[in-house]
């Protein structure tokens, strides 16, 4: 049936959503292939309306009134293995719509290297370019070698490579210069066939000792690893129903991490973040705020089990969510003076939310 017979209105959100609330779209598609993502975006223009392009609803907070506009939801599947080549290294092509620890599981089990540390991120292949999801140590962009898109601009397919993508911590052209201007298809990557897996953080390290282990075995130990901070979708874990990490961490001038410290009288966490700038764990931030694990907010929480995470304590609309992230944005402000950036996309009414977040960089 063609894509305009299969719009849909008035479609409740929530449930698209790991955090689960929000309001309903007006109009809603469910994309099954390329073309249906043209005529959706015809259909909105058509109409004036503005169209949203949704993937596995994992880093989404949606507003209580819902968006009055197009949800496009990317449900194009198929994925494909190449052969290594002399280097040994496989292309593997996955499309948008498949969904992410799916791929990392069949990369694993292909003995595939270079995804297995981003086992257990939720959401859809198609999300994983746009902030340049990474974990334990691994970035897609690591990987990542084209992202094939719809360009709206142009109304054209065409293929990025990666150093078209501009990726850097979390951002992408996707997220940044160009944000809403590409609808990603596919992405492709390159995979090490045999390779080692990557223990360089210091929870996999714990894990491991002195032993080298198999791609499997890493997978596993970064699924238990985030079990137990419930960054894993789990339905009979309520610590789960979150966006994952709310906030992004701050990344300061190296003599703003002094200042902090000489003010709190302690050792301040930190990693290097490029030339004179340190990335201090937005976790640590709020817990010294005054957040503890299981701080609680009417229906809103921060997880019992990983301080940067804002959950749906099961009632949860999206005001509650708001009032809760402005609660701890204010107080980070008030004690470090830094501005913590949310990491989730807002879609509805956004009057809530801080127009200027920035990082404090001097
Ligand atoms: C429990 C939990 C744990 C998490 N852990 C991590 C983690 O360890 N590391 C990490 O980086 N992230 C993490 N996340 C965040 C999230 O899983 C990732 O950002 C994920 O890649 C989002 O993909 P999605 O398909 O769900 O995107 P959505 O939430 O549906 O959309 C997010 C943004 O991407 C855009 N988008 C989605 N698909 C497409 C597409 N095909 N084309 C163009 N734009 C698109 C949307 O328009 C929107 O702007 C976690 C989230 C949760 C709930």
Redesign the pocket.
């Known amino acids: 049936m063609s894509a305009l017979y299969r719009i849909k209105e008035n479609v409740p959100l929530a449930g698209?959503?790991?955090?689960g609330v929000g309001g309903p779209a007006r109009y809603f598609l469910s994309a099954l292939d390329e073309d249906d993502i043209p005529a959706a975006l015809r259909f909105a223009e058509e109409r004036g309306l503005e169209a949203?392009?949704?993937?596995?609803?994992?880093?989404?907070v949606v507003s209580d009134a819902g968006f009055g506009g197009l949800v496009v939801k990317?449900d194009l599947r198929g994925v494909c293995f190449g052969e290594p080549d002399e280097n040994g290294f496989v292309i593997a092509e996955a499309a948008?719509?498949e969904d992410?620890d799916e791929f990392v599981a069949e990369c694993v089990s292909r003995e595939l290297a270079g995804v297995e540390c981003?086992s257990?991120?939720?959401?859809?292949?198609?999300?994983?370019p746009?902030?340049?999801?990474?974990?334990?140590g691994q970035e897609v962009s690591e990987t990542i070698v084209a992202v094939r898109?719809f360009d709206r601009k142009t109304a054209r397919f065409i293929e990025l490579g990666n150093a078209e993508c501009g990726f850097s911590y979390?951002k992408s052209i996707?997220?940044t210069s160009e944000?809403?201007r590409?609808?990603?298809?596919k992405v492709k990557f390159r995979l090490a066939a045999g390779g080692e897996p990557r223990v360089v953080y210091r929870d996999l390290k714990d894990h491991f000792g002195e032993r080298s282990p198999s791609l499997a075995e890493a997978r596993e130990a970064v699924l238990s690893i985030?079990r137990r901070k419930?960054?894993?979708?789990d339905a009979a874990d309520p610590n789960?129903r979150?966006?994952?990490?709310f906030f992004k961490n701050p990344i300061v001038a190296a003599e703003v991490l002094g200042e902090i410290a000489t003010a709190e009288g302690i050792d301040v966490p930190s990693f290097p973040a490029g030339e004179g700038l340190v990335k201090i764990p937005a976790a640590w931030l709020i817990e010294r705020a005054g957040f503890a694990k299981g701080y609680r907010l009417g229906e809103a929480g921060i997880s019992a089990n990983h301080s940067l995470?804002i959950v749906n304590l099961g009632r949860a609309k999206a005001a509650d969510i708001f009032a809760l992230m402005n609660e701890v944005r204010a107080a980070v402000k008030g004690r470090f003076g830094l501005e913590l950036v949310p990491?989730?996309?807002f879609?509805g009414d956004n009057s809530v939310l801080p127009q200027t977040a920035s990082e404090r960089v001097v």
């Open positions: 698209f959503t790991t955090l949203f392009v949704l993937g596995g609803g994992s880093n989404l990317i948008a719509g992410w981003m257990g991120i939720p959401g859809s292949v198609g999300g994983t746009v902030q340049n999801v990474g974990a334990y898109c979390r996707f997220n944000k809403g590409y609808v990603v298809t985030r419930s960054m894993v979708i789960s979150s966006a994952g990490s995470a990491e989730p996309v879609l």
